[in-house]
């Protein structure tokens, strides 16, 4: 089961009974483990050695010979390192030399990285948590956002408090717009690249959720090294739908009602389409005793639907009961 069903639904009950749950589902995965891969906010994390393999890069050190003189690591390693930055749109190598990529993002991350000391501050978990606070957040607001603990949090914001990256109000913390303009421009447009790009995808996909292990998106090409989910799979479940674009999930494997009902509703959260609300409502209704121990809100407000409640920018129940006679639905 994927780690980012715990990242969207949250069980009723008490907590541990949700972590007895996570490690149950997931024996193989230490249960420390599942908050590093769990992420609402699109943004895959940066290493402090990668972030030092794009300054060496940055200060022009243009071949692997040269960044192994200032940084003493394998050298394997190292390589390695280059290759997630090429793919990740921070380098390029032409002729066995690297240069900073023509991307907005990576030539502002460039004008950042004159201050060296901004490493410390953006590597691993920093961009993230930076990004998730272009808006005033409380600590649990952030921790809830990034998927990560808000020990961690706490950490982080006392770590940058000598940079005067953060302004706190109210017990809430924002990205410091007047010491830090130029950091707020890259977050803004790594977030934009990381929102509609990524390597295991076709060029022009729309994504709508991802992890370092995971992603949920969709595209016109037809793919065979990825899985169908969502309503490009409701076909499996005598919900016939046609749709402009396929609806796919990676690693490529087998997949569940439960993990299709997640890719749905990350889905329908960025679209908001009232099409795609009906039929998230039809494949939730029919499977709803399966179901019944999961919460979030777009299911809550279907419940209430159900119930006779009328939600604004939902489809209405008359309107869910006339396409669930379509699909021999009882309701």
Known sequence: MSAYLYEIFNLRGNQRKL??????ANKNILKTELFIYNSVINILMVTKTQLLVFYEVCQGNDRLSKILENIKMNKTHISEMIGILIREKLI?????????????????????????NLIEILSNSGIKILTTALDKKTITEIATETGLKEITIKKFIRKAQGSSIFIKENKKYIVNNFVWPDLIDFLKEYKS???NYDYRVPVGSTIYFKNEKEI???TKEKLDDATLTSFSSFKDYNLLIYTLENFYYLPKKQITKLEILAHTLAIVEKTKEFRDKMYLALFYYKYKDEFKDINHEILDNLDKIFSGEKIERYPPLKEIKEKARVYDIKM
């Open 19 to 24: 972590d007895l749950y996570l490690v149950l």
């Open 92 to 116: 390029t190598k032409n002729k066995q030399k690297l240069s900073v990529s023509e991307y907005p993002f990576a030539l502002k991350l460039q004008k950042l990285l004159v201050n060296k």
């Open 193 to 195: 690249f990381q929102d």
């Open 216 to 218: 949920v998106f969709s």
